[in-house]
């Protein structure tokens, strides 16, 4: 190799790293341990207790939760521990569940351990169990298409799917799997 080339051969590599060193000495950013959050809320609030009014000023539903967060910009506020009171003149029924979201639409989704309990006194059907339930505030309808239990006083029905219409107590099973009788 001639002199010339190892003197070019020298430059290009002192230009080189004198070009490349402050990309190779940057320190690599630190990844937060965190996900990364989609939205913050906008509101937290802790043991709730909130009653709700429709426009003719009759009491709809209360809500009593250990957190609600709301989130006004997705119109949708999460709930951690519910419990639903909905009110229907004189039939009335206690919802709870682990998480639930209520949406601006009043469509509340409840999720993990859902729990339906007639409060009607006299009731064929008193209480209602799925893993999730959705349920229609305004039209006062349950759905659900996951497997549900329903027992009353001397009954248990078990199946897949639910469509419950609160104003008229009907409750059909999409998927009727099976049902007890018991004596009284």
């Keep these: 190799m001639s002199s010339s080339r190892a003197i070019l051969l020298i430059i290009f590599v002192i230009s080189m790293t004198w070009l490349w060193y402050p990309y ?108 999730n339930i959705r349920v229609e505030i305004n039209e006062r309808l349950m759905q659900s298409e996951r497997p549900v239990e329903i027992t009353g006083p001397s009954l248990k029905i078990t199946g897949k799917g639910l469509y419950a219409d609160l104003n008229t107590d009907i409750i059909e099973l999409i998927n009727h799997t099976r049902t007890i009788y018991y004596d009284q």
């Design 24 to 131: 190779l000495t940057q320190e690599t950013p630190k990844t937060s341990k965190q996900s990364d959050i989609i939205a913050k809320p906008d509101y937290i609030a802790t043991e709730l207790q909130q009653t709700s009014y429709n426009e003719a000023g009759v009491r709809t539903y209360t809500v009593t939760a250990v957190k609600m967060e709301l989130y006004q910009e997705l119109g949708f506020s999460h709930f951690t521990a519910p419990v639903f009171n909905l009110y229907n003149g004189s039939q009335s029924w206690l919802i709870s569940s682990q998480e639930a979201t209520l949406y601006e639409n009043n469509t509340l989704m409840l999720e993990g351990n859902v729990e339906a309990q007639n409060l009607t006194t006299g009731a064929m059907i008193s209480l209602i169990k799925a893993d």
